[in-house]
């Protein structure tokens, strides 16, 4: 695909803003998905599949920064990240299997829920990290292979879900947690890409492009949230806004202004 410098403006600086909200957020896709395919041109699957890309590129890159700052703590979130992972690689298979559309339409109404989990107690987003009670593993294995398959199943909104579960279930402080979901998402995202490229349904060219802008702007972030004393406010304060425009672009609200 031949793309004017426009269109590389537009790619590169939303993939970087998409980067930004991933990281200490997430829904950043419904950034990138909408310049791939209502700027760049790509059919919806195709994009739902190129979008990987800067996914990975971006958690790699968040991820590195993270644990050079001593913010991505591996070793004690080992189990989890498995759990993930396997429930990822089903979600990645029963996609194949089914039509996901009935999953989108629900995502609406959990997202509201989501919202108002955050909004309810947001002195405890901004706790450090709790970590002297483990979690009992009748709750951790259902929880987190269910929220393995739900990101390998859609991965829209996985980083929102991701975070309350890190936050208010396994407490963790946010920019830990946000650290675990760069690495986990970047691990089960390589083998989403490389599902997909066999699928022969990933536009590199394009991905690239828009991976580079999200690169940076995760990377960025990452160095930034790892060594700014007031990260943790600041990724709950972007966590808000994110999950209400979010709600309204899925309402169909923005459209309905922006026409």
């Known amino acids: 695909?031949?793309?004017?410098?426009?269109?590389?403006?537009?790619?590169?600086?939303?993939?970087?803003?998409?980067?930004?909200?991933?990281?200490?957020?997430?829904?950043?896709?419904?950034?990138?998905?909408?310049?791939?395919?209502?700027?760049?041109?790509?059919?919806?699957?195709?994009?739902?599949?190129?979008?990987?890309?800067?996914?990975?590129?971006?958690?790699?890159?968040?991820?590195?920064?993270?644990?050079?700052?001593?913010?991505?703590?591996i070793h004690r979130s080992r189990w989890l990240i498995i759990l993930i992972v396997i429930g990822a690689i089903i979600g990645m298979y029963t996609v194949t299997q089914v039509d996901n559309q009935q999953f989108r339409n629900v995502f609406r109404y959990l997202m509201i829920v989501m919202l108002?989990?955050?909004l309810v107690n947001p002195k405890r987003w901004l706790q450090e990290s709790d970590l002297t009670k483990d979690m009992s593993w009748w709750l951790a294995v259902p929880l987190f292979l269910g929220l393995g398959f739900y990101g390998g199943f859609i991965q829209m909104g996985m980083g929102v879900f991701f975070l309350?579960?890190?936050?208010?279930?396994?407490?963790?402080?946010?920019?830990?947690?946000?650290?675990v979901k760069s690495f986990v998402i970047a691990i089960y995202t390589i083998l989403a890409i490389a599902f997909f490229h066999w699928k022969g349904l990933i536009d590199w060219k394009t991905g690239l492009i828009v991976a580079i802008g999200q690169t940076i702007g995760g990377w960025i972030t990452a160095q930034y949230a790892s060594t700014y004393p007031k990260a943790n406010l600041w990724a709950y304060r972007l966590l808000v806004v994110t999950m209400i425009f979010a709600i309204l672009k899925l309402f169909g609200v923005l459209d309905y202004f922006f026409k």
């Open 164 to 179: 309350a579960t890190m936050v208010l279930v396994a407490r963790y402080e946010i920019i830990e947690a946000n650290a």
């Open 1 to 73: 695909m031949d793309l004017t410098l426009t269109q590389y403006i537009i790619a590169i600086g939303g993939g970087f803003f998409a980067g930004i909200i991933n990281t200490l957020a997430g829904n950043g896709s419904a950034i990138t998905l909408t310049i791939l395919i209502e700027v760049l041109g790509l059919p919806p699957l195709v994009a739902n599949a190129t979008n990987r890309v800067g996914i990975c590129s971006q958690s790699i890159a968040g991820s590195i920064a993270f644990y050079r700052n001593d913010k991505l703590p």
């Open 116 to 118: 108002f989990v955050i």
